[in-house]
Nanobody, 124 residues
């Protein structure tokens, strides 16, 4: 079992930055690939970024390339999503998730462990 807890969401103006954190716990949490997904009201939950368990190998959705950076610190069992140049369309609930399998692009059903989500709101 892997438990995930997100933090760092909030309200920010367009052009601003936020850093989301995902604290993982569980016996083998550092061996899981980690993904960040987001879901806006009335929309599907979509992949934003993902990183392999080793930290070598990342994926970004086209909509966030060049603006978001995913990273992880296995010594701290924590993953991060640095979000810069935020836009109103980035407004969503952001979820951290863990998967045993690595695919590109990431497949949502591979992610069996999920956090509770953190709200990110970008005002124009």
């Amino acid at each position: 079992q892997v438990q995930l807890v997100e933090s760092g969401g909030g309200l920010v103006q367009a052009g601003g930055s936020l850093r989301l954190s995902c604290a993982a716990s569980g016996r083998t949490s550092s061996s899981y690939n980690m993904g960040w997904f987001r879901q806006a009201p009335g929309k599907e939950r979509d992949i934003v970024a993902a990183i392999r368990w080793s930290g070598i190998g990342t994926y970004y959705a086209d909509s966030v390339k060049g603006r978001f950076t995913i990273s992880r610190d296995n010594a701290k069992n924590t993953g991060y999503l640095q979000m810069n140049s935020l836009k109103p369309e980035d407004t969503a609930v952001y979820y951290c998730a863990a998967a045993g399998r690595w695919t590109v692009p990431p497949i949502r059903r591979d992610y069996g462990y999920w956090g509770q989500g953190t709200q990110v709101t970008v005002s124009s």
